[in-house]
């Protein structure tokens, strides 16, 4: 299989933690989306990453609809599910992906205003995932599943702009942050994502024309209680 792909796309990310927590052999494929290559148009009908090209040559867009392909042609990642406990766990996993453009929207706010109005539209989101989590340390008990999957990408991120800036989009939230810590230790986002991606993420989205970029320049946003594109799909 080959993810065509662009290096800090959410979406594309959300596949590829999927195939490494299956163990499925993948390549990837990085073009630029300034520059999409004619090839790339051809086989994607809405000219959006990802798309997964299948061992047999199909050409599959749109991430929930490769998320489920993934999910019914090889061995599923949680075996034994009954169909409400699946249809529960896509509900899950939605609320995660439908947030992954509201979050990048928030670390490429310009000012601390908007930094502020656009991180506060995440803060239901956490809040309903923190009165969710229990005790285990996965989303449904000691193993990675779907829906730690989707939210991996959130909480990634999330910490990468934590570490470089200072500026915690989780916040008080004991569960969620034990989570992403847990996450963070499987090493699932490390192998999720190119070699230098951490690098490509903090130039685009800590760079001066941000207000995280120049809260990381200056050593870090203020000490404060702090509100908790269309390229990919």
Same mark, same amino acid.
């Given at each position: 299989?080959?993810?065509?792909?662009?290096?800090?796309?959410?979406?594309?990310?959300?596949?590829?933690? /999927?195939?490494?927590?299956?163990?499925?052999?993948?390549?990837?494929?990085?073009?630029?989306?300034?520059?999409?290559?004619?090839?790339? /148009?051809?086989?994607?009908?809405?000219?959006?990453?990802?798309?997964?090209?299948?061992?047999?040559?199909?050409?599959?867009?749109?991430?929930?609809?490769?998320?489920?392909?993934?999910?019914?042609?090889?061995?599923?990642?949680?075996?034994?599910?009954?169909?409400?406990?699946?249809?529960?766990?896509?509900?899950?996993?939605?609320?995660?992906?439908?947030n992954y453009l509201v979050q990048c929207s928030a670390q490429r706010s310009a000012d601390q205003t908007t930094l502020s109005?656009?991180?506060?539209?995440?803060?239901?989101?956490?809040?309903?995932?923190?009165?969710?989590?229990?005790?285990?340390r996965f989303f449904d008990g000691d193993a990675i599943g779907l829906v730690d999957v989707s939210w991996l990408v959130l909480?990634?991120?999330?910490?990468?702009?934590?570490?470089?800036?200072?500026?915690?989009?989780?916040?008080?939230?004991?569960? /969620?942050?034990?989570?992403?810590?847990?996450?963070?230790?499987?090493?699932?986002?490390?192998?999720?994502?190119?070699?230098?991606? #951490?690098?490509?993420?903090? #130039?685009?989205?800590?760079?001066?024309?941000?207000?995280l970029g120049r809260c990381k320049a200056s050593g870090g946003c203020p000490s404060e209680k702090t509100e908790i594109a269309?390229?990919?799909?």
């Amino acid at each position: 299989m080959k993810i065509v792909s662009f290096n800090i796309c959410p979406f594309v990310q959300r596949v590829a933690a /999927l195939l490494e927590a299956k163990n499925l052999p993948y390549k990837i494929e990085f073009i630029s989306l300034k520059d999409k290559p004619q090839w790339f /148009l051809d086989i994607s009908p809405i000219g959006q990453v990802p798309v997964l090209i299948t061992d047999s040559g199909q050409a599959l867009f749109e991430s929930d609809a490769i998320v489920e392909y993934l999910e019914e042609a090889y061995p599923p990642l949680q075996p034994g599910l009954s169909p409400e406990e699946k249809a529960t766990n896509r509900a899950w996993s939605y609320l995660a992906t439908k947030n992954y453009l509201v979050q990048c929207s928030a670390q490429r706010s310009a000012d601390q205003t908007t930094l502020s109005e656009r991180a506060a539209k995440l803060n239901p989101v956490f809040d309903r995932i923190e009165q969710k989590l229990g005790d285990t340390r996965f989303f449904d008990g000691d193993a990675i599943g779907l829906v730690d999957v989707s939210w991996l990408v959130l909480l990634h991120r999330a910490e990468i702009i934590r570490k470089h800036s200072g500026y915690d989009f989780i916040g008080d939230r004991p569960k /969620l942050k034990a989570w992403q810590s847990n996450l963070m230790q499987s090493g699932l986002a490390q192998k999720s994502v190119p070699a230098d991606f #951490e690098d490509a993420f903090v #130039e685009f989205y800590l760079s001066g024309e941000t207000y995280l970029g120049r809260c990381k320049a200056s050593g870090g946003c203020p000490s404060e209680k702090t509100e908790i594109a269309k390229a990919c799909c």
